[in-house]
């Protein structure tokens, strides 16, 4: 199967046979996080496909930059707009031939983009209110701090 992943401002297109391994291995390799796009039949061909089509597009390997035109190529592949064909080697039995076009089929979409941005937002508020309540309890302290510093220099001047 063939797979898209976001982490941060990039999106992987890989190729697994086993997804969820896959995606262990790849949370411990990456310390950003990362969100399962989607999921596409395929093999390695289909893979290598469509990362030809998205290569100007690529930052290193198998890694991509997150802009438009990359969502647009994902979302048509996801939504069944588009299909992508690839070569398949091996005897294929209804033509007779060692070679064939294969198209990818039964697109899985596990998250939309917009849903990936409102759960982005809702990591974002929750960061903020906390960073806030870390900087109320720091003012609180450093009132404390000065206040008892205060105190330190009447004792030792009496």
């Not at 199967?1 to 999106?11: A, E, G, P, T």
Request: with cysteine; charged share 30%; proline share 2%.
């Amino acid at each position: 199967m063939v797979y898209f992943v976001q982490s941060l401002n990039k999106i992987k297109v890989g190729y697994t046979e086993n997804l969820p391994h896959r995606m262990n291995n790849m949370r411990t390799a990456n310390p950003h996080g990362m969100v399962l796009i989607g999921t596409v039949n395929g093999n390695k061909n289909h893979e290598k496909k469509i990362q030809k089509v998205l290569k100007e597009y690529c930052v290193i390997g198998e890694w991509f930059n997150d802009c438009e035109e990359v969502r647009d190529y994902i979302d048509k592949i996801l939504n069944d707009d588009l299909k992508v064909k690839y070569k398949q080697i091996g005897y294929d039995w209804d033509s007779g031939s060692y070679e064939s076009i294969v198209e990818t089929e039964e697109p899985e979409r596990i998250a939309s983009w917009e849903d990936h941005k409102d759960q982005k937002l809702d990591v974002l508020v929750n960061i903020v209110e906390k960073m806030m309540e870390i900087e109320h309890s720091l003012s609180r302290l450093l009132a404390k701090k000065i206040h008892l510093e205060k105190k330190y220099v009447k004792v030792m001047r009496s």
